[in-house]
């Protein structure tokens, strides 16, 4: 049986390497949520790359070098700028990877841009203008995360300020939205809403299940729920998969409680690039 969804509307085409962004294969952005160590990057990286090219989908290595807004000043953040770029770019290097990775202040852009493929613009920064404008000056990808207090149509503004800049190769990120109480909800009109926009539509299944705060000085998460979310994202029309993905989630020094585990991720993968397939009609 064949299911073609009609989405009715063209999705612009991002060339990234040997390949498209928003084409006719899924793409999965996924890695440690925040830079750790070598071992765990590289470990994760190796791994991710043996699957997804089993899988015959488009991979993208995705870590943090700092996470500047958790809940507490004692929560852990990465190695920094400086430290975790070069540990970012022996991934790249050693297993011929692609690679996204957030900038926080409009200084970090155009030395991010030195190693990363993609510059993502953090939920929580999304409307700085500032920030938007350098990370579009550097003629990088964009992925421009929708804040978590935002509707899916206030990002047509985030996306013009990103082109306004020179720059049209640019991917929009739902997270889910926050109502208070320690929780995030996601729509899932917010996908074709995003995709009437004409960029690729990422859809974070990790930070979707986040449940911001919860433990007081730090946010909880329910990684449970994430198949769920990243299988709806697909049946949406989601063009992109983002996913945090650690070895060892419980031991994680950030965001472990909404991580998948890396032995879990083939499977998951495998089943969401399948209804990828048939949303679009695709053998």
């Keep these: 049986m064949r299911f073609s969804y009609n989405f009715g509307m ?47 989908i488009n991979f993208i290595f995705k870590s943090s070098f700092d996470k500047a807004n958790r809940s507490s000043l004692t929560s852990y953040r990465g190695p920094g700028m400086k ?58 990808i964009i992925n421009i995360k929708k804040g978590q ?33 320690n929780n995030l909800v996601v729509d899932f009109r917010g996908i074709p809403i995003m995709k ?27 990684r449970r729920f994430v198949p769920t979310l990243a299988k709806s994202a697909m049946a949406a029309g989601a063009d992109v998969l983002f996913f945090e993905i650690h070895p060892d989630p419980d031991k994680a020094l950030c965001d472990g409680a909404n991580m998948v585990a890396l032995k879990d991720a083939k499977e998951l993968f495998e089943i969401c690039n399948k209804i990828f397939k048939l949303v679009r009609g695709l053998d």
């Design 196 to 222: 009437e926009f004409g960029y690729p539509v990422v859809f974070d299944a990790t930070h979707s299940v986040q449940l911001p705060g919860a433990n007081g000085t730090s946010s909880g998460g329910d």
């Design 83 to 140: 430290k975790g770029l070069e540990m970012l770019r022996e991934v790249k290097e050693k297993y011929d990877l692609p690679i996204v990775t957030d900038i926080h202040t409009p200084d970090q852009a155009f030395e991010v841009a030195k190693v990363a493929d993609i510059i993502q613009i953090p939920a929580f920064l999304c409307r700085q203008t500032d920030l938007l404008v350098a990370a579009g000056k550097t003629n990088k």
């Design 10 to 56: 063209s999705t612009e085409r991002i060339k990234l390497r040997d390949f498209e962004i928003g084409g006719d294969k899924l793409t999965i952005l996924a890695g440690p949520c925040a830079i750790e160590s070598q071992e765990i990057l590289n470990e994760t990286a190796q791994g991710l790359k043996e699957i997804t090219k089993e899988l015959d």
């Design 149 to 181: 207090f935002l509707a899916p149509e206030q990002m047509k503004s985030l996306i013009k300020k990103v082109e306004d800049s020179g720059n049209k190769n640019i991917m929009v990120t739902d997270r889910g939205t926050t109502f208070g109480y």
